[in-house]
């Protein structure tokens, strides 16, 4: 009987050593299970961060597309404003339109700083594009546009306008005598 027992221990011990041995192989592979489920969410987020940058691209195509639009447009204002400046000036004389430049000059000095300085370049580009020779007080003028001006001063008179104009009755208070 001591034989019987001596089969049933081995046999136990047989059979544990076989569960410990699949339990130790179960174990790696949910460590393995456990590594490719880690793989799958950092693909899962690489592919989500793939979509968000394909539709970044896509709203950064359109605005460049928009963009690429509005420029060629501008071109083409900016070349026909040119054709048109430049039309204008062959149909008028070179005596009206350096009339015209120097009425536009002195109607400019009294506008803000940014409209003087346009007033400057577009001038100067009306010129350039016509090749007039302009006279030393026009360019004078020109180049005098964009510098800083003083703001202009403000002067009041008191009393009955007509009188301060007809000189015939114009009345002196004692203090302006």
Partial sequence: MENRQIDYSEMTHDARRALERERDDLMERAEQLEAHLRVLDVIDGVLKENRELKELNEDLQQQLNDEKQMRAELEMKLMEMSKLSTGMAKKASEDNLLKALRTYVNRSKRKTADKRAFAKSATLEIA???G?????????????????????????????YNDVHDNNNVKLDDKEK
């Fill in 132 to 160: 007039l020779d302009l006279p030393e007080d026009l360019k004078a003028a020109i180049e005098s546009l964009d510098d800083e001006q003083a703001e202009p001063k403000v002067v009041t008179v008191q009393g009955n």
């Fill in 128 to 130: 350039n594009a016509n």
